[in-house]
């Protein structure tokens, strides 16, 4: 009754993202439950969010920087003036210097790059999850596989000793190997706890779940990607048009050429209307418009590194392009080589399975010694891990090519979900659910 309960909470929590996990309960690890626990409650995911609502408030200061703004000069004396108490007036029209709409260019540029780094980043940690997960069931399985394996040995052990005191017909050289082999099991067993105990810590901080949670984890098997039977020029295509990597470094590029245009432009830093009253004059009555202009060698120069900028954005898409096409061309081939090393190696497992049940009759009939009994078992539980391994190879493949081409649970990985502008929207008019300010889950 308990456990129900307790998969109702975590279903409850996946629905609405409201319930918190509290320390000792018991939390059911599988690829599901990561996904869902990680976008709302791992630390980097959440900076990384943080950066993104960082951006969108750049982007809404770059446009109130539009808006034009009053400044009142100083009180003249009410007995000296009493009919205009404004010593002078400056109306600031910043919409009208072309290089602060271009700097609001840049800063929605910079924005949708932050937002694709945010869904980059899910996909990265989610990759990095899954990997750790499925390191944890395969280890787990080595574990119960030495784990059989010692109680095996251990029952060798006893029963050697047994009738060694009653009948006293077993050498000291047979018990002391028994024992010895029993024990080194013993070791392994304790290695592969010490390295259960550090995986699952790191699911645990992963996942962001408190200290003193307990994980149920599942062992879900991990299903073949249709992009196991493509090309590696196909992968590589796919992996670019989907890549967030490819969307970041694109806005990158625009934000930069943005800027090196604002820099161009940045020449005229003002534009006002200004007035100053005279005898019993209104400085309403007497505006007159005027700017601030400069231009010097350093605007060159700043055009220059902004050229180097866009370059050397331009320059790492060529070299995004080059490392996918050389990730898919190696996955392509050692998925068919881990494929063929998971037969043989479950070839070679049930050869070992056969030899060793042979080997256990003629003990039983002493045909053979102990020696050779304890040796064919040993070799039957390196199979297993051997195949336990193989296995864990295709999945971490499985995984990289999932990463790549954004595929299985990758797909389900939205990153932000922001309305972008439609048409031409003024500053002065927005209409709502059509502006940036709709920001990130």
């Keep these: 009754m308990k456990k129900i309960i307790i998969t109702i909470l975590v279903c409850v929590f996946f629905e609405n993202g409201s319930v918190s996990i509290a320390a000792d309960t018991i939390f059911v690890v599988n690829p599901n439950s990561i996904r869902g626990q990680l976008l709302t409650k791992n630390i980097s995911l959440l900076q990384a969010l943080n950066n993104v609502q960082n951006s969108k408030l750049n982007v809404s200061m770059a446009r109130a920087k539009l808006l034009p ?121 304790s290695k592969l706890q010490e390295l259960l105990v550090e995986e699952r810590a790191g699911l645990r901080t992963l996942l962001g779940l408190p200290l003193g949670s307990e994980l149920n984890v599942e062992d879900i ?33 625009k934000a930069a050429k943005a800027g090196k245009y604002a820099k161009l432009f940045g020449f005229m830093s003002s534009a006002s209307i200004a007035g100053t009253s005279t005898n ?99 070799q039957l539980t390196d199979s297993y891990v051997s195949n336990i391994k193989s296995d864990l190879d295709l999945k971490m493949q499985r995984l990289t090519l999932m990463r790549l081409a954004i595929d299985g649970d990758f797909l389900k990985i939205k990153g932000c979900a922001a309305t972008a502008l439609t048409g031409n929207k003024s500053i002065f008019r927005r209409d709502k659910g059509q502006t940036l300010d709709e920001l990130c889950q």
């Excluded at 010097?296 to 331009?314: C, F, H, R, T």
């Design 280 to 378: 019993n004059s209104s400085p309403f009555s007497g505006l007159k418009a005027g700017g601030a202009f400069s231009f010097g060698a350093d605007n060159l120069v700043n055009i220059k590194i902004g050229n180097n900028n866009v370059e050397s954005i331009q320059l790492r898409v060529e070299q995004l392009k080059e490392e996918n096409e050389k990730i898919a061309e190696i996955l392509v081939g050692q998925i068919v080589e881990v494929k063929k090393q998971q037969e043989l190696s479950a070839r070679a497992l049930q050869d070992r399975l056969s030899v060793y049940e042979a080997k256990k009759r003629q003990y039983a009939m002493g045909l053979i010694p102990l020696q050779s009994l304890l040796q064919t078992q040993v």
């Design 69 to 189: 703004t009053l400044n009142l000069g100083a009180l003249l004396p009410a007995l000296a003036n009493p009919t205009f108490l404004l010593a002078s007036v400056t109306i600031l029209f910043p919409f009208l210097v072309p290089s602060n709409w271009i700097v609001l260019k840049q800063e929605k540029e910079l924005f949708e790059s932050d937002k694709a780094s945010y869904k980059a980043l899910q996909l990265n940690i989610l990759s990095n999850s899954l990997s750790l997960y499925y390191t944890f069931v395969n280890d787990q399985k080595i574990h119960n596989i030495i784990a059989e394996q010692s109680d095996t040995l251990g029952t060798i052990y006893t029963n050697l000793r047994k009738k060694s005191d009653i009948l006293g017909n077993v050498t000291s050289d047979e018990l002391g190997m028994a024992s010895a082999q029993w024990q080194e099991s013993k070791i392994r067993i």
């Design 221 to 253: 098997d991990l299903a073949p990607s249709d992009y196991e039977l493509k090309s590696a020029t196909e992968i590589a295509d796919h992996s670019l048009q989907v890549a967030p990597e490819v969307t970041q470094l694109n806005y990158l590029i």
